[in-house]
């Protein structure tokens, strides 16, 4: 049984660049969360995807966007890249449509801004 | 103040020592619980998933949720080297709803 997978696993982008990291959950869940992760610091909600659609929405500004896909892979683009975002992206998965809330991480990619 | 506050440490103990972690939190919504671990330079992995108040047990570790003093605790019997990681708890308002995480301890098992 798969688990979330993420694709790249390192990127290096300099500033003004865009970035698109791509997601595939967990086999048989539908639901998708992206968190950003500074060095140190605990992982940040930026949003959840489920059906589609963008449910839920962080603190983030809208340079950060996201898509789902019919079969539950999520991408997340960042625009105008900033120093500032350089850190571990991560992706949850989870089945919110059967009721499975948990979240399960992928391995994350590490995206350096120069 | 944070909305979940969690000592960075780092938390050095000896192995076969009972390790304590600790949360606290300000929002008394939260109603789910949950403890990650995640070792360096990869995705956080859940250990353990309560609701509310209460204990849970699960092999070597025992989640402990005290919503009236808004803390919870994990705690890790026998601990062992590969113990050694961050660790992350998280919470959110109700089910499907995004997690709010502690900024994580680093717990260092010394053999």
């Known amino acids: 049984d798969a688990g979330v997978t993420q694709s790249p696993t390192h990127l290096i982008k300099t500033r003004g660049q865009q970035v698109t990291l791509r997601c595939s959950p967990k086999?048989?869940?539908?639901?998708v969360s992206w968190y950003q992760q500074a060095l140190g610091q605990g992982p940040q909600f930026i949003f959840q995807?489920?059906?589609?659609?963008?449910?839920q929405r962080g603190n983030f500004p809208d340079r950060f966007s996201g898509h789902q896909f019919p079969n539950y892979s999520s991408e997340l683009n960042v625009n105008a890249l900033l120093l500032g975002d350089s850190a571990l992206y991560l992706c949850?998965?989870?089945?919110?449509?059967?009721?499975?809330?948990?979240?399960?991480f992928g391995p994350g990619t590490r995206l350096l801004v120069l | 103040q944070k909305e979940v506050e969690q000592d960075p440490g780092p938390l050095s103990v000896p192995e076969g020592a009972i390790v304590s972690l600790n949360c606290t939190y300000s929002?008394?919504?939260?109603?789910?619980f949950m403890w990650y671990r995640q070792y360096s330079r990869k995705g956080p992995e859940l250990l353990m998933y309560?609701?509310?108040?209460g204990n849970k047990e699960d092999g070597r570790f025992t989640a402990q949720v005290d919503k009236s003093s808004k803390y919870i605790s994990l705690f890790i019997r026998d601990s062992q080297p590969s113990d050694s990681a961050t660790y992350l708890c998280?919470?959110?308002?109700?089910?499907?709803?995004?997690?709010?995480f502690g900024p994580g301890t680093r717990l260092s098992v010394l053999p």
């Open positions: 949850a998965s989870s089945g919110l449509g059967l009721g499975e809330e948990t979240q399960y």
């Open positions: 086999s048989g869940h539908d639901t």
């Open positions: 995807y489920y059906e589609e659609e963008e449910r």
């Open positions: 929002n008394s919504a939260f109603q789910y």
């Open positions: 309560t609701y509310s108040s």
């Open positions: 998280a919470m959110s308002e109700s089910d499907g709803q995004n997690f709010v």
